[in-house]
């Protein structure tokens, strides 16, 4: 089984995308295919660059979608579901809020859910990003420039400075 994820930037952050496989009888994950999309690209461009992906031989059928479905990303995400691509697809609404909710295939989780577990994964040594993947260096660097910090207004940032996504 393998999971496209799809974090959508434009014009200032660089759309990235990442394959991850879950194999049969394994508990690692392991990052097969990481990308940056040039700046600009507009998001015809990127939902061509998806299919491309997700009908890969090796992941035809085999895969699920989850896509940034914050900001401009509502209508990509329905761009992507016209695209007919063959796999499941879930929009994923990033919020600063408490806890994930899920109505149909979109899903609410508050950002630092989904650093926190991606730091799970990496601290138990379950997420294997390969060395050999061209970004794979700028993925790991921004991984561990992640920071929370509090804003003047009491809020709570979740961020990295600069790196792959940016």
Same mark, same amino acid.
Not at 20 to 28: D, L, M, Q
Not at 46 to 54: D, F, G, S, T, W
């Given at each position: 089984?393998?999971?496209?994820?799809?974090?959508?930037? %434009?014009?200032?952050?660089?759309? +990235? &995308?990442?394959?991850?496989?879950?194999? *049969?009888? =394994?508990?690692?994950?392991?990052?097969?295919?990481?990308?940056?999309?040039?700046?600009?690209?507009?998001?015809?461009?990127?939902?061509?660059?998806?299919?491309? &992906?997700?009908?890969?031989? /090796? %992941?035809?059928?085999?895969? !699920?979608?989850?896509?940034?479905?914050?900001?401009?990303?509502?209508?990509?995400?329905?761009?992507?579901?016209?695209? %007919?691509?063959?796999? *499941?697809?879930?929009?994923?609404? &990033?919020? $600063?809020?408490?806890?994930?909710? %899920?109505? $149909? =295939?979109?899903?609410?989780?508050?950002?630092?859910?989904?650093?926190?577990?991606? /730091?799970?994964?990496?601290?138990?040594?379950?997420?294997?990003?390969?060395?050999?993947?061209?970004? !794979?260096?700028?993925?790991?660097? *921004?991984?561990?420039?992640?920071?929370?910090?509090? +804003?003047?207004? $009491?809020?709570?940032?979740?961020? !990295?400075?600069? $790196?792959?996504?940016?």
């Amino acid at each position: 089984m393998f999971c496209v994820g799809v974090d959508l930037g %434009q014009r200032r952050d660089h759309t +990235a &995308i990442a394959v991850v496989e879950k194999p *049969e009888r =394994s508990a690692a994950l392991l990052v097969r295919h990481l990308e940056r999309v040039p700046l600009g690209m507009p998001y015809p461009g990127v939902v061509a660059l998806v299919r491309e &992906i997700v009908t890969d031989d /090796q %992941q035809w059928g085999r895969c !699920a979608l989850a896509v940034d479905g914050t900001g401009v990303g509502a209508p990509v995400v329905e761009m992507l579901r016209g695209a %007919q691509l063959g796999c *499941e697809l879930s929009a994923v609404m &990033i919020t $600063g809020g408490e806890r994930e909710r %899920q109505n $149909g =295939s979109v899903w609410n989780v508050p950002k630092r859910d989904l650093i926190a577990g991606v /730091q799970v994964l990496l601290d138990r040594e379950e997420l294997k990003i390969a060395r050999r993947l061209r970004e !794979a260096g700028a993925l790991v660097r *921004e991984l561990l420039d992640m920071r929370m910090t509090m +804003a003047g207004t $009491g809020r709570v940032r979740f961020g !990295a400075d600069g $790196g792959w996504g940016a």
